[in-house]
């Protein structure tokens, strides 16, 4: 049952950094079971850039917590960077999450009694970096994502758009191979979210691969490659760029008569 | 890993004053076990130590004079013999007191079994002829020391006056006062001179064994040997043990209960402020999982930081107790310098470090356990309460009850198993105070009703030198004394038994004595008795049945017809009517007279009035009352209530968070639908405020019940009787309720006051 | 553009050029440029129905140019228009009608259809977000204008969700 997009092959290329085949999850929610993820194909390609998009409910959420290994699929197989990941245990898992998988929350789930400094050492001094090498490289994010002066505040003391971007600098310190992030956006008003995107696309310039979840069309566009997700399949795995023939601005959306 | 420890040093910043409170309730867990510790300890109890450096002997006998006790000696197990030694009964005066003493006569070399171990002045000396050593427990009453002069007058009523040489301990029988007559050694010839008629005198041997177990038996084979008729009395090590330890003893069991009840009490409250914790950070604990922390990590977390705050609280109390121990009065003072001076009190100390973490840890383990479960994908719990309005509600709306009140009484019970739960955590320290409270009406039922626990006489008369018609008429003029009851005491022997009972004939069949019975009824006939659980024990009998005693070298056959309260001799006591020792030559001559007061009478005014009426030839003493002795207790069930109270508050902040926490996901809601924040905080507020009423009723009644049990218990264990228990007053318990409700409403109202004005966009969006 | 230029002439005189000018200012490079040659037509046209006058002005060294002025029925005109709320139904275009009548024809299917438009309207925001990226910071207006074209497109994109969801 899969759709339109890349063929997908049977043993994983050398450059995918994630490569799922025929993923199943499914909900047991008050006895009434529900397909959240249903032979689900992926392969994302180092430094690529993808969506998912999807009305609610579609199995978007699902689909990156799987890919993450923050839950456990049913079946199918999911690699990551060319090792089998799907059935480990949740403490390999963990292990591996610290230096491979970063992840953004649309709330950004900063530990509330932590400094904005200490929530992102914490995944550095996880894996095992030395103290001092963690925070070098804390400051050295904090800087780029331009919040160096809030770093000793709580998260109660940072309005939204700065949190987000403490949740940013947490799921790259250890820079992660895949950075995933559901609904980065979800929570911010359109300038916060102009911010965050342009940082995502700096990073992802800078060869970063990322597999976001949205339901914002503009927050897709960004992305390379936008994948829909329907009632926990693929529908549709289109590339994005360019409009074709010539762009005529606003006027391809409105027009303006007086 | 330096990971774990930001974590846990910024959640325990963020939750300072739980942590302090826990390592508080910690340090006072440690500090009451330490002392029981110290108080338990063998080494430190004055009978062991004694018993080893005098080499005492195991069994003591007094038999008549003239009895050949050379059989004695053969008997198996036997290894050594003390004695025969003189005795005379006598009467020792100094200034004002009068106490009786038993004179010893010893030659003047130390004996080598039973050695009497000198603690001031000299031992005898053949130099000094009226000199005495007075054991070292008679002296302390008395005020007599080395140098001093004491008067002694003999049962003929002349007086002699002997130099106090010395004071000396021994093992042979217990401490005086709860052990009488006291013990005075002096030289032959001055008990010769003091009591030349020997027929007063008696003998008193002791018996070494090789086999202390073998004690009852071989004292049973001693007096079978003698003829029981022969023997006035038999005492065994153990008697002596438990009479000179029993204060240590009590006191140690009180604070090794103390501290067991609190440590239990400690570890549940931190399991259940360990829980609530949980789930507070259930989106934290999600975020960690997703940050790479494996759930051992998580577990261990947890279980890293309940452990620190426990050793951190023990390291506090076992320095306190450590330091400060040494200074406190009495035998707590006492026990605690000589145990530091043992080689293995530091293994006691770790390893009762050991226990309250290990209690504590394993306590914690099952929330650590379920923070390590948490789902790395936090779920929304989408458990809104039910639409359905029970009929109860429905009801109380009828009658137009606020309906803050209301929701507030719905959301307290809508899930059962929670309430009941959070019910049955507030209903332990409730229960617990109560069974403190218990005890502390006991005491005051001791104080202020002293007849129902056999204390009905507050004064005893002795007459020296005085007839018994003019003694009655003088106790009966006196206008305090309600009644006056002449008694006898002497010991008993039970055949069989290898330890005598005291036997107290007290009132005539004209004129009986009250005595506080507690099961069966009063003596009626001259063959009847009552008797104490001690001595109903020890005769292994119950009421109803018949025993045959032998006292005074007559035989007695009794009927128990009832079982008295006898807080003195460990209950060992069978009491009759003076009718019953009636013999060939009438009454028997009273030794002292039990005088009754009349309410409101002043027992010191009437112990002046009768002791100048009578020039001094009336002895007029305050009964020995065993609740004074018991003021330890009273400090202890303060303590135990506070630290009770304290633990009851950390349930109280725990169940308020997780009610908070319910009902900040609702208060958008409710503010959505009309409800103003006082409305709101009042929701909240009776919500914990009925679970905490709740919890105050299950757990008051249920600890009246335990607490009857418990008290009844220890009495009938210590010989006392069951029977004493006193429940505390209904208004007590109304009180402490009230005030238990009243706390749980101010801990709630603050946070609760806040979380209803928090600006409605945070309160709808946390989850 | 009528009623734009009447609204720029109300501020003040100006000639064709001019307005051409004013009007790339306003909007910016978000919207195509009108050429000068249509705004010289709606000036005809505006003058003819008597809401602006136009006035030759010789110059030195150049041919005249002619500036116009708003007239007091122009001035009428314009305060009728702000006064009006804006009308008119959105204008569909023909994907509804195609995704309507796809099934039958043969010739396309209905979620291909949907699977072309959404990959149309993508490209088409991510055109937009060059141009916000692109366009001066302070031109509140021309960033107003894309951000309106782009809740459109979430709109259309949303509503193309919906279709998939239920004409599947």
């Known amino acids: 049952m899969s759709r339109p997009g890349p063929s997908v092959a049977a043993v994983p290329p050398p450059d995918a950094m994630l490569w799922v085949k025929d993923l199943v999850k499914v909900h047991r929610a008050q006895g009434v079971p529900s397909h959240a993820v249903r032979h689900v194909d992926l392969q994302v390609d180092r430094g690529e850039f993808v969506a998912v998009m999807g009305p609610s409910g579609a199995g978007k959420s699902t689909l990156l917590h799987l890919l993450g290994g923050l839950d456990r699929p049913d079946s199918g197989e999911i690699w990551l960077d060319g090792r089998r990941v799907d059935g480990l245990p949740e403490s390999r898992w963990a292990v591996l999450r610290r230096r491979s998988v970063g992840f953004v929350f649309q709330f950004s789930n900063l530990v509330a009694n932590m400094t904005a400094a200490d929530n992102v050492e914490l995944p550095a001094l996880l894996a095992g970096i030395p103290p001092r090498q963690a925070r070098a490289r804390r400051e050295e994010l904090f800087a780029e994502l331009g919040i160096e002066d809030k770093a000793g505040s709580t998260p109660a003391g940072l309005a939204g758009g700065e949190q987000q971007r403490v949740a940013l600098a947490r799921a790259l310190v250890n820079e992660p191979g895949l950075l995933l992030a559901d609904e980065p956006t979800g929570s911010l008003d359109s300038r916060n979210t102009r911010d965050v995107l342009r940082l995502l696309s700096r990073f992802h310039e800078r060869g970063q691969t990322i597999v976001l979840v949205t339901h914002d069309a503009r927050v897709a566009s960004t992305a390379d490659r936008v994948i829909s997700l329907f009632d926990g399949e693929i529908a549709d795995d289109t590339a994005v760029g360019p409009p074709s023939g010539t762009s005529n601005g606003v006027a391809d959306v409105l027009r303006l008569e007086s | 890993m330096r990971a774990v420890l930001r974590w846990e040093l910024a959640d325990l910043r963020a939750h300072r004053a739980q942590a302090a409170l826990m390592v508080l309730v910690t340090a006072v867990v440690a500090v009451s076990l330490i002392l029981a510790d110290a108080l338990l300890v063998d080494a430190t109890n004055p009978w062991q130590r004694i018993f080893k450096q005098s080499h005492g002997s195991h069994v003591w006998l007094h038999v008549r004079p003239g009895v050949n006790t050379s059989p004695l000696a053969r008997l198996d197990g036997v290894t050594a013999v003390a004695g025969p030694y003189r005795t005379a009964p006598s009467t020792l005066v100094r200034s004002a007191e009068k106490v009786s003493l038993e004179l010893r006569a010893v030659g003047p070399a130390l004996p080598a079994v039973s050695r009497p171990l000198v603690q001031t002045g000299r031992w005898l000396t053949p130099s000094v002829t009226d000199g005495v050593v007075l054991e070292s427990s008679l002296a302390h009453s008395v005020w007599a020391g080395v140098g001093d002069d004491v008067t002694v007058r003999s049962v003929d009523g002349t007086t002699h006056t002997l130099r106090v040489l010395g004071t000396a301990d021994t093992a042979d029988q217990g401490p005086y006062p709860d052990w009488t007559p006291g013990i005075g050694w002096v030289l032959p010839a001055t008990l010769d001179r003091i009591e030349p008629d020997p027929a007063r005198t008696q003998q008193a041997i002791g018996l070494r064994l090789a086999d202390p177990a073998a004690t009852d038996f071989t004292a049973q084979e001693a007096v079978n040997a003698l003829g029981s008729a022969q023997v006035a009395e038999v005492s065994t090590w153990q008697q002596v043990r438990s009479a000179m330890d029993l204060g240590n003893r009590l006191l140690g069991l009180m604070l090794g209960v103390f501290g067991l009840v609190a440590l239990l009490a400690a570890a549940l409250a931190m399991a259940g402020g360990a829980g609530g914790r949980v789930l507070a950070q259930v989106q934290d604990i999600a975020m960690l999982k997703a940050v790479g922390f494996t759930p051992a990590q998580i577990v261990r977390l947890f279980l890293y930081e309940h452990t620190a705050l426990a050793v951190a609280g023990f390291a506090l109390g076992s320095a306190a107790a450590s330091l400060l121990g040494p200074l406190l009065p009495g035998p707590l003072g006492q026990s605690m310098v000589l145990w530091q001076g043992q080689p293995d009190h530091l293994d006691a100390i770790v390893a009762t470090g050991f226990g309250v973490v290990l209690s504590i840890g394993l306590a914690t383990a099952l929330p650590a356990w379920r923070a390590g479960r948490v789902p790395a994908v936090p779920t929304v719990r989408s458990d809104r309460p039910a639409g359905r309005m029970s009929r109860l509600a429905r009801l109380a709306l009828l009658l137009r009850l606020p309906p803050a009140l209301v929701l507030g009484a719905r959301d307290a019970f809508h899930r059962p198993l929670r309430a009941s739960l959070t019910v049955s955590r507030l209903a332990i320290p409730v229960l617990m105070i109560t069974v403190a409270l218990g005890g502390w009406a006991t005491l005051d039922g001791f104080q202020q009703h002293p007849q129902r626990v056999g204390l009905a006489a507050p004064l005893t008369a002795r007459p020296t030198g005085l007839d018994d018609a003019s003694a009655q008429r003088l106790l009966n003029r006196r206008p305090g004394v309600a009644a006056a009851y002449p008694g006898v005491e002497i010991q008993a022997l039970v055949p069989g038994e290898t330890t005598s009972i005291t036997m107290r004939a007290l009132g005539t069949s004209a004129h009986p004595y009250p005595f506080a019975v507690a099961e069966g009824r009063g003596i009626r006939d001259t063959d009847e008795a009552v008797a104490g659980q001690g001595a109903l024990d020890l005769m292994h009998v119950s009421v109803g049945q018949w025993v045959r005693v032998m006292a005074g070298g007559t035989p007695h056959i009794l009927h128990i017809v009832g079982r008295s309260i006898e807080p003195d001799h460990n209950g060992d006591m069978l009491s009759v009517n003076l009718d019953a020792l009636e013999g060939p030559g009438g009454l028997p001559r009273p030794q002292y007279y039990a005088l009754v007061l009349r309410p409101g009478a002043n027992a010191d005014a009437v112990r002046a009035g009768l002791t100048a009426a009578s020039h001094g030839r009336l002895d007029v003493r305050p009964t020995a009352d065993p609740a004074d002795q018991l003021g330890p207790v009273r400090v202890v069930v303060v303590g135990l209530v506070a630290v009770l109270a304290l633990i009851g508050l950390v349930e109280l902040v725990t169940a308020t968070s997780h009610a908070l926490r319910d009902h900040t996901r609702d208060v958008g809601v409710l503010r959505a639908m009309g409800l103003t924040p006082r409305q709101i905080a009042t929701v909240v507020v009776t919500g914990t405020g009925l679970l905490t009423l709740v919890a105050v009723v299950v757990g008051t009644g249920l600890g009246v019940v335990a607490s009857d049990a418990l008290i009844n218990l220890q009495g009938r264990a210590s010989g006392v009787g069951a029977g004493i228990a006193q429940t505390p007053s209904p208004w007590t318990l109304l009180l402490a309720g009230a005030l238990a409700v009243a706390a749980a409403v101010c801990v709630c109202v603050v946070p609760a006051r806040r979380a209803a004005r928090a600006p409605v966009t945070s309160a709808l969006s946390t989850f | ?168």
């Open chain 3, 1 to 168: 553009m009528r009623l734009a230029l009447l609204a720029l002439l109300a501020k003040e005189p100006a000639h064709g050029y001019e307005l051409k000018q004013a009007l790339e200012q306003t909007f910016g490079a978000a919207y195509p440029q009108p050429n000068i040659g249509q705004i010289y037509v709606t000036l005809g046209r505006l003058e003819q129905n008597g809401l602006i006058q136009g006035q030759d002005v010789s110059q030195s060294s150049r041919p005249n140019k002619r500036v116009y002025e708003i007239t007091e029925a122009g001035r009428a005109a314009l305060a009728g228009w702000f006064d009006e709320p804006t009308e008119g139904p959105r204008v569909r275009d023909d994907f509804f009608t195609k995704l309507a009548l796809a099934p039958g024809t043969g010739a396309a299917d209905r979620v291909a259809l949907i699977n072309k438009q959404r990959r149309h309207y993508l490209n088409i925001m991510r055109g937009l977000s060059r141009l916000a990226a692109a366009e001066d910071r302070d031109n509140r207006i021309a960033h107003l204008l894309i951000e309106g074209a782009m809740l459109h497109l979430q709109a259309d994109l949303d509503w193309l969700e919906r279709c998939q969801e239920e004409l599947e």
